[in-house]
């Protein structure tokens, strides 16, 4: 039995100025955004859990639809109110305590498929301060 070539028909030259433009950040416009998934993590060491979001841009444009931008919310009690603000962007219940939140692991799962705006900052890359990438933060709004 053959196997398929993936790349069979794939011409793509990777000192293409092209692969480039597909890692421009989004403009720092309001922008809706739903999250794709949703990860509960604790930093070792670290003494309170965050719930790690995996969001995309709300799009037609298949190239923008696909962009993974990342936010974290943490159970630290000095920053639950970015959690707040997150949740009632969401249209999510506020009326929960965090506590259990934190008990029930579950309970991350109710952010995936929530959809929320916010400006998308432009800030350097880590890996290349010559680089550009965008980040999520508050604040947030209801989805457009």
Known sequence: MASEDPYEGVDVNLDSSELDANRQPLPDVSTNFVVRSAERKRKDGSE????????????DDPKVSRRKLFLNLTFHPEMLWQMRDFRKSC???????AGQLLKNPNSDQEYVG???????????????????????????RPAL
């Open 48 to 59: 309170w859990p965050y719930i790690a979001l995996v969001v995309s841009p709300v799009s």
């Open 114 to 140: 929530c959809k929320f705006s916010c400006v998308p900052k432009i800030v350097k890359s880590f890996r290349n301060p010559d680089e550009k990438t965008n980040e999520i933060s508050a604040p947030f």
């Open 91 to 97: 249209g999510l219940a506020l009326s929960v305590n």
